[in-house]
């Protein structure tokens, strides 16, 4: 399982773009980088996931450097809705989903 | 989309009694169930994993005989928390696994929770 290290705690302002950095050193060759939200309260949902290069959809874009050691969840235009934990896994480990701690995002009007 | 519900959404029962979780999957089969527990400002913990017609397997720390977890069918697995006291109140969620997909792995997706609180 790919450890992950992403930063506990983000500040944005309403319609500025956000970005969150996660590093996986040890991702496995065959693991997927996958990013989950979650409102409090709630269970968690996915968002998007990727293997390499850059990823988007309708909620946001991934970008996945060529070396795969980090990975970077962009969320364009921010809302107050946005606030959330965002949490960035780099593989299951034996064939189960982990969750570390996440970056929890405030999105300040 | 794949859903997954809970019920209840909410719970509270008095300390010493016994209560039951249910996670379906809606609209695909899951060989495989997940169950989470979160405590507040923290992140998801796994409790077990639960595959359906066998036992489930349970994560280092989490008592068996008092988390029981039962996968009956392929839509249904319930968490029953026995003899719960107060250190057991949490929000506990559960995903589910469908058995299609590209990357059947990841193809994983999460109820709402059930806040259980108890007195």
């Known amino acids: 399982l790919a450890k992950t290290t992403q930063p506990i705690s983000m500040d944005s302002y309403e319609g500025q773009e956000v970005n969150i950095t996660c590093s996986h050193n040890n991702i496995a060759t065959n693991d997927y980088i996958t990013w989950y939200q979650q409102f409090p309260s709630q269970g968690p949902r996915f968002i998007i996931q990727?293997?390499?290069t850059k990823v988007t959809n309708e909620v946001a874009s991934l970008f996945i450097p060529a070396d795969r050691k980090s990975s970077t969840l962009s969320l364009p235009r921010v809302s107050l809705s946005d606030t959330a934990v965002y949490y960035c896994l780099g593989g299951p480990r034996d064939d189960k989903i982990i969750f570390g701690k996440g970056t929890r995002l405030h999105i300040l009007p | 989309g794949a859903v997954v519900s809970q019920h209840p959404s909410w719970v509270i029962c008095k300390s010493g009694t016994s209560v039951k979780i249910e996670c379906r999957s809606l609209d695909f089969q899951a060989t495989t169930m997940f169950w989470y527990r979160q405590f507040p400002k923290q992140s998801l913990m796994l409790m077990a994993t639960?595959?359906?017609?066998?036992?489930?397997?349970?994560e280092q720390g989490v008592e068996k005989d008092k988390f029981l977890i039962n996968h009956a069918s392929l839509t249904l697995s319930t968490l029953t928390v026995t003899s719960a006291h107060p250190e057991d109140s949490s929000f506990y969620i559960c995903?589910?696994?469908?058995?299609?997909?590209?990357?059947?792995?990841?193809?994983?997706?999460f109820g709402p929770g059930t806040r259980l609180t108890v007195t």
């Open positions: 990727g293997y390499k």
């Open positions: 639960s595959n359906e017609g066998s036992k489930a397997t349970y």
């Open positions: 995903s589910a696994r469908g058995t299609g997909g590209v990357n059947p792995l990841y193809e994983q997706y």
